[in-house]
């Protein structure tokens, strides 16, 4: 089992920055994929972005260019950065991680993009 606790969140202007961590904590080595995805009330959960063990990266194409995913050196801490931010990020941001035998999620980190 893998455990998964976002931070960073917060408050912050159109064209802001902010940078997301996931501290995990369990059995690190059955993680294959980490991620961060994004829900505002109403929708569905989205994708954000993805890094595979190997280091290759997926972006959502709303984010990429502004969004940055990158994995620690001890590989159990998953950041995102954000810059140029804009109102259509405000959400609730989850960090997952596809491990053996399932898919662990965190509480969540709210974001909002407000002037």
């Known amino acids: 089992q893998v455990q998964l606790v976002e931070s960073g969140g917060g408050l912050v202007q159109p064209g802001g920055s902010l940078r997301l961590s996931c501290a995990a904590s369990?059995?690190?080595?059955?993680?294959?994929?980490m991620g961060w995805y994004r829900q505002v009330p109403g929708k569905q959960r989205e994708l954000v972005a993805t890094?595979?063990?190997?280091?290759?990266?997926n972006y959502a194409g709303s984010v990429k260019g502004r969004f940055t995913i990158s994995r620690g050196n001890a590989k159990n801490t998953l950041y995102l950065q954000m810059n140029s931010l804009k109102p259509e990020d405000t959400a609730v941001y989850y960090c997952?991680?596809?491990?053996?035998?399932?898919?662990?999620w965190g509480q969540g980190t709210q974001v909002t993009v407000s002037s």
């Open positions: 890094i595979t063990g190997g280091g290759t990266t």
């Open positions: 997952n991680a596809v491990v053996v035998g399932g898919t662990s």
């Open positions: 369990g059995i690190i080595s059955s993680i294959y994929v």
